[in-house]
């Protein structure tokens, strides 16, 4: 009687232990799918963030440039030259302004302008290479590739070509900018950016500028930014329009269509598409499986993909998948003792509820955006945040903290335009840096600059302090003159404090909560407030 009790207790344990098997085994099979797919599904976000990112970076490459040659193209002495072509004096003052103006554009390929004809009046690199001043950029050519040239000795114009550039300016109009993408330029054999703006005499098409900028710059910035995971990974960029490649790791491929069916029906996807998107997909070359992860940039009808091995990108989720069959073998081991399994189940949580958080807060890290305003070339705020965290608050070294404050800025450009109020904006950076160095001026809003400037061996005194605010202030106050005789009087509010403890991002709060209660800032009459 005794032993079937035990017989049919030993029956009773090995069935709740078989159910126990069956529920873990269940349940580590559940884990581990879910958070392999978790893991995949991050590291997809995590090269996204990157493809983004980056393709943030080559909008404001793109911007930046467009932004020059527009400034370029407004100069007077271009303009005046093309209303006197046949002048010299205007061409040599044209050719000054834009030496000068080449010599302050970075990575700078060329910078020139052109009468309607593509005959080329004034050149960067006109110093260097005198007979690039008269050549025609678009001229014909005969059916052995040769220069045509008329009985002078001049270079003959391709009408169809020539058209074909100036229909663009025109379509571009006063405000636009012709944006042929990145190509390799026939001049220097590198890549570069290329761009043409017309110059208009009212309604009229009066000439052009141009402008190539080496895209070495741009992939320096590119390379520098960490690749945390995808180490291996490469990038490329097509145009939708004629589905061709404009950046490719493989130089030689710049200008052939992609080799991936994939990239190619995307390239058919936004070709009519205004809005930007991204995405993924992934395909196989060389016996090798790759992932893709894209951005579509519909101002320029660019897309940049980011590719790596799903070996590497994907390295986690193997390595997650065989933790989790190492942990599900050891639980499936210890079943016979619950106490056991529990305990290894809680670990087992803790574990992912760490992983998962850990990947989500290495997600939100690589979203953070460029730490440069666009416009000014100032640090933003988040710069400025960054720089206020690494600060050692047990230095007992003070900070002083300047905020200007451009008063009624709506109305400046509500009244004289948004290029106005823009170069309002750029000026008074330009103006501080005078004063500050440029690492420590922030654009914090609007219409707004923070100033940060940390004592060394007690300098700069407040004396010292306020004497670089009151001629900033000075500088800042100037009168702007318009194009049209006109002129823009700015007027500031101005806040100054002066801290040593507990120094964190609220500063930029005190600061505006003080200069809005101060009314306008005059000459001599700005006091520190110590904090």
């Known amino acids: ?87 010299p004096e205007y061409k040599a003052a044209a050719q000054a302004y834009t030496e000068a103006f080449g010599k302050e554009i970075e990575y700078n390929e060329g910078l020139w302008s052109g009468l309607l004809t593509t005959e080329v009046m004034t050149h960067s690199s006109a110093p260097q290479n005198p007979k690039v001043i008269g050549m025609v950029t678009r001229s014909k050519r005969d059916a052995d590739g040769n220069v045509v040239t008329d009985e002078n000795g001049k270079q003959v114009p391709d009408d169809a070509r020539v058209n074909q550039l100036l229909d663009a300016l025109k379509t571009a109009g006063p405000n636009g900018v012709y944006n042929t993408g990145i190509i390799i330029s026939p001049a220097s054999q590198k890549q570069c950016l290329s761009l043409y703006k017309g110059v208009f005499d009212g309604d009229n098409l009066i000439g052009f500028v141009g402008l190539g900028i080496f895209t070495e710059g741009l992939i320096d910035t590119l390379d520098k930014i960490p690749l945390s995971g995808i180490e291996n990974s490469f990038y490329n960029m097509v145009n939708v329009k004629d589905k061709t490649y404009i950046f490719n790791v493989d130089s030689a491929k710049i200008g052939s269509e992609p080799e991936h069916k994939e990239l190619v029906d995307l390239c058919d996807k936004y070709a009519e598409r205004t809005d930007a998107d991204n995405g993924d ?73 760490s992983t998962i958080a850990k990947a989500n807060r290495t997600k939100k890290s690589l979203n953070t955006a460029m730490f440069k305003d666009v416009l000014t070339g100032a640090n933003n705020r988040i710069s400025l945040s960054m720089d206020i965290d690494k600060i050692d608050q047990n230095s007992g070294e003070p900070y002083f903290f300047a905020m200007f404050n451009i008063i009624n800025f709506s ?121």
């Open 1 to 87: 009687m005794a032993s079937n009790k035990k017989a049919k207790s030993m029956s009773t344990l090995n069935i709740v232990l078989i159910i126990q098997l069956i529920i873990m085994l269940g349940l580590s099979i559940f884990i581990t799918l879910t958070v392999s797919d978790k893991t995949k599904q991050n590291a997809i976000d995590h090269m996204k963030a990157i493809t983004d990112e980056r393709a943030a970076i080559i909008e404001s490459f793109v911007q930046n440039a467009e932004k020059t040659l527009t400034y370029y193209s407004k100069g007077k002495e271009i303009v005046d030259m093309f209303k006197n072509p046949t002048k």
């Open 281 to 353: 997909f992934e395909y196989s070359q060389d016996s090798k499986s790759y992932v893709s992860i894209y951005s579509y940039m519909p101002q320029y009808g660019w897309i940049l993909t980011i590719d790596d091995e799903t070996s590497e990108v994907f390295s986690l989720m193997r390595t997650m998948i065989i933790y989790l069959s190492i942990f599900a073998f050891i639980i499936l081991c210890l079943t016979v003792v619950f106490y056991f399994i529990t305990k290894r189940q809680q670990k087992i949580n803790e574990k992912l509820v």
């Open 411 to 531: 109305e400046i450009n509500s009244q004289y335009g948004n290029d106005s109020g823009d170069r309002i904006l750029v000026r008074a950076v330009e103006d501080m840096k005078e004063f500050f160095e440029e690492e420590q001026i922030y654009r914090t809003g609007s219409d707004k600059f923070v100033v940060a400037v940390k004592t060394q061996d007690g300098m700069p005194l407040n004396e010292g302090m306020l004497e670089k605010v009151n001629n900033a202030l000075r500088q800042m106050s100037v009168p702007e003159k318009l194009e049209d005789g006109r002129s823009i009087y700015p007027k500031y509010r101005v806040a100054v404090i002066k801290k040593t403890r507990g120094i964190d991002l609220s500063v930029v709060t005190v600061l505006k909560d003080m200069s809005a209660k101060s009314g306008e800032a005059s000459y001599g009459m700005i006091d520190i407030r110590e904090m």
